[in-house]
């Protein structure tokens, strides 16, 4: 089992940034990835950024391209995200995740993922 617990998130006016972190404990794998993923009332789940735990890849969907950077630390066992420059748009609930074995080409979908943490609430007001 993993659990993964979300912090970080709040108001910001747009132009701010915030950095969310995701703790994860329990098991871990030699191929496991962590995703982050956000989605605003009424709208799907959508991939924000991705990161392969061992090799330190990212991945990143071309709205935050720029503007968001994830980033780990092992002794942590921690995952960030960072955002900048954040936009009304921005505003969601953002959840972490973690994959087990999927392979690049599914990192940024959800179906990519097994465990999923409870979720923070950003909000960006213009």
């Known amino acids: 089992q993993v659990a993964l617990v979300e912090s970080g998130g709040g108001g910001v006016q747009a132009g701010g940034s915030l950095r969310l972190s995701c703790v994860r404990s329990?098991?871990?794998?030699?191929?496991?990835?962590m995703g982050w993923f956000r989605q605003a009332p009424g709208q799907e789940r959508e991939f924000v950024a991705a990161?392969?735990?061992?090799?330190?890849?990212?991945f990143y969907s071309d709205s935050v391209k720029g503007r968001f950077t994830i980033s780990k630390d092992d002794a942590k066992n921690t995952v960030y995200l960072q955002m900048n420059s954040l936009k009304p748009e921005d505003s969601a609930v953002y959840y972490c995740?973690?994959?087990?074995?999927?392979?690049?080409?599914?990192?940024?979908?959800?179906?990519?993922?097994?465990?999923w943490g409870q979720g923070t609430q950003v909000t960006v007001s213009s």
């Open positions: 995740a973690s994959s087990i074995d999927a392979p690049d080409s599914q990192l940024t979908s959800r179906w990519g993922y097994f465990y």
């Open positions: 329990g098991r871990t794998f030699s191929r496991s990835a």
């Open positions: 990161l392969r735990w061992s090799s330190g890849t990212t």
